[in-house]
């Protein structure tokens, strides 16, 4: 069955805090209203997954931000490294139970906010855009993520069951524009060479869940492109979180991909191939975190670097290159 494109908004729950099907598709934004989840989460508690995860890379830096509730606690970081150094800044925060943490129910709706020992973020929608401050002791950024008209964003709902799912945002190739200091040392990012990407969740997840995710941002061949790419979680459900943004316009591409990497050779190129698409991410930097609370425990294994290879569209049309496109490749287990 083809997934459908959604051009309406529409809630992802219904009354009952199930599943409404009427949202399972994917569309070009923002369409699905999330506020039920928090809304209807004692019926489902444990369950319940709601963060805004912002990345950017620069030329001189890579700068992260997490704001998460999981139910039973509230996990941030704020990461930052420079690249050139590969030294790292920042801190993470594990509070228990969820606490000081303000999430929107529906992307857009409200400021995000998290405040924690060692760290405090701000995340709020400016016109023109979103803005992103992040503070620890030893590193601070504020940074707008451009959003330039018409620019499209992948939105996808994700349906193990009628109680459990998870509607993704996943926006790639935003301009970023502001500033990051380490050290006590500001550095300006680079315009036209500093892009930022949103993943955006609310859900209620399984317990033992897997899942790969690859995102690329830059200009190459004359166009601004952003890849979205993804694998395990979605396999079975009908949907993929998948896409090609060409200045702005987004391709979605239905099919499964096929995923080739070697996590004990870090170092080593990935491929990403399926859908007209043949994706080579070749890393420069890996970074590893690992959780593990008996119960609760997280892996995740991110490798930072340069995306190349080309994208066919499946319908037809030019042939895309991918070149100068810097992102990530992920590989995250969690019992949660």
Known sequence: MTLPELTERVPLTRPDGRLDRRAVGWARG??????????????????NKR????????????????????????????????????????????????????????????????????????????????RLRARTADASFDVVAELPAGHERLAVVVPWSDTRF????????????????????????AAGESWAVLDHGRGRWPYDVRWNWGAGSGRSGGHVVGLQVGGRWTVGTGSTENAVVVDGRLTYLPDELTWTYD??????????????????????????SRTDLGVVASATHQSFGHWSGSFAPPGGGDRVELAGMVGWAEEVHNRW
């Not at 405090?120 to 979103?130: F, H, K, L, R, S």
């Open 51 to 130: 963060w805004e995860y912002w990345g950017v890379v620069t030329p001189t830096h890579l700068l992260a931000v997490t704001v998460s509730s999981i139910d039973y606690a509230a996990v941030h970081e704020v990461w930052v490294l420079d690249r050139a150094t590969e030294e790292m800044f920042g801190a993470s925060a594990t509070v228990v139970p969820a606490r000081g943490v303000t999430l929107p129910g529906t992307l857009g709706a409200g400021p995000v906010r998290a405040r924690a020992k060692g760290l405090d973020v701000a995340i709020d929608e400016v016109p023109g855009g979103t």
């Open 263 to 288: 996590l004990a050779a870090p170092r080593r190129p990935w491929r990403v191939t399926g859908g007209g698409l043949d994706a080579t991410f070749t890393p420069f930097y890996d970074k590893r």
């Open 166 to 189: 998870q509607y993704t945002v996943k926006d790639v190739a935003r301009p970023a524009r502001g500033t990051v200091t380490t050290a006590g040392v500001a550095h300006e990012l």
């Open 30 to 47: 923002p369409l699905v209203d999330t506020d039920g989840v928090a809304r209807d989460g004692r019926r489902y508690l444990g369950r």
